[in-house]
């Protein structure tokens, strides 16, 4: 398909992802040789008219990735409305000067191994920088640019997201991937604070995915419900290094967040559902776990083998089963005597009755 302006707009692709991504897309713009120069701002005052019917409320940005300019949106309702979307997306660059390829982007990692891989994940609160709508009717909110929990203008906010982009760039031994789940797009380290603010900002949601050095991989969710879910995984590991990387992570980020819990298991896409398992408390998108309910600054949401509480949180007990590690601003990480043990999936069911019921006053009703 082509349009005025001489902008081909890749149907098969976008069929393809859309197939794939249900209801978020990620579009990329290619420029060819005889473009003129466009940036990702330049685009980004161009599409700012677009709005998707029943959602008139939303604004949509333009970044840049990685040998072009991504666009990421929600809800794209089927193969029909993306090409609605890329021809108005083509329509308003054309004039820029623009001339390429409207595509959609579904780079995806490498064959990794089934077996032996063992993952670490950790789900964290940070209240300062989640908003909660839910009672919230859009007809009473300014225009929106968002429809998330996240406030992406709060410092805060910021500060995890360049942590977390730092911490990339850092360990990453090759591609960088940011965007939604099954839109993500081959990224420079420079390019992911834009890309999962923007993601945040008009999706809901953002993820960055990349290898290490070592063989493993790394995973972050910016969830719906206002909580970052990281993981990092390694293959044919046994000692307690996993774990370790990312405890020191969420030393570094400690000043930005009020709690988080750190799950052990098998790797995989790392889920609301996997990162809090269900049989000791609430998964982030139930009732009690919307990132701006009171009980997060003043209780603990569960128990897990390892934990940072705020300053504000009681200690957990018995006391002389945690083993407690002080990080900055007065937050503190805690594990379970048993702590590799329990990481490791061997939870003996006697012992976890007994932390609950010590705990049952800090276990909301979960208990």
Not at 269 to 296: E, K, W
């Amino acid at each position: 398909m082509s349009v005025p302006g001489g902008i081909v707009i890749d149907e098969k692709k976008i069929k393809k992802v859309v197939s794939q991504a249900w209801t978020t897309l990620g579009f990329f713009c290619v420029p060819d040789y005889r473009s003129a120069h466009v940036t990702a701002e330049d685009i980004d005052r161009a599409i700012g008219h677009i709005r998707v019917p029943d959602h008139t409320d939303q604004r949509f940005h333009a970044v840049g990735v990685r040998n072009g300019i991504g666009i990421f949106m929600t809800p794209v309702l089927g193969y029909k409305n993306a090409l609605e979307i890329a021809e108005a997306i083509a329509e308003s660059i054309a004039p820029l000067g623009f001339t390429g390829t409207i595509t959609a982007r579904d780079d995806q990692p490498g064959r990794r191994p089934n077996d032996g891989r063992r993952g670490y994940s950790a789900a964290i609160s940070s209240v300062e920088a989640a908003i909660d709508h839910r009672d919230v009717g859009l007809n009473f909110r300014p225009l929106r640019k968002n429809t998330d929990r996240w406030d992406v203008n709060s410092p805060v906010f910021r500060q995890i997201v360049e942590a977390l982009a730092a911490w990339a760039t850092a360990h990453a031994s090759g591609t960088i991937l940011a965007g939604v789940i099954l839109s993500m797009t081959e990224c420079e380290p420079h390019q992911v604070t834009d890309i999962i603010t923007r993601c945040c900002e008009d999706i809901g949601w953002a993820d960055l995915l990349f290898e290490t050095a070592d063989g493993g991989d790394w995973y972050a969710h910016f969830s719906m419900e206002g909580w970052v879910l990281v993981g990092t995984e390694i293959k044919g590991r046994t000692d307690d290094e996993p774990a370790d990387e990312l405890f020191r992570l969420l030393a570094e980020l400690a000043p930005l967040y009020d709690y988080a819990e750190i799950s052990g298991g098998g790797w995989g896409p790392i889920t609301p559902s996997g990162a809090m398992p269900q049989h000791l408390m609430p998964v982030p998108d139930s009732l009690y776990m919307a990132a701006n309910h009171g009980f997060i600054r003043n209780s603990i949401p569960g128990i897990f083998a390892a934990q940072v509480l705020g300053p504000d949180h009681p200690d957990l007990q018995p006391s002389d089963r945690w083993h407690i590690t002080p990080l900055e601003a007065g937050r503190r990480l805690v594990t379970l005597d048993t702590c590799q043990e329990w990481l490791a999936g061997n939870i003996d069911a006697e012992d976890l009755r007994a932390l609950r019921e010590a705990n049952r006053d800090l276990l909301f009703e979960e208990a």
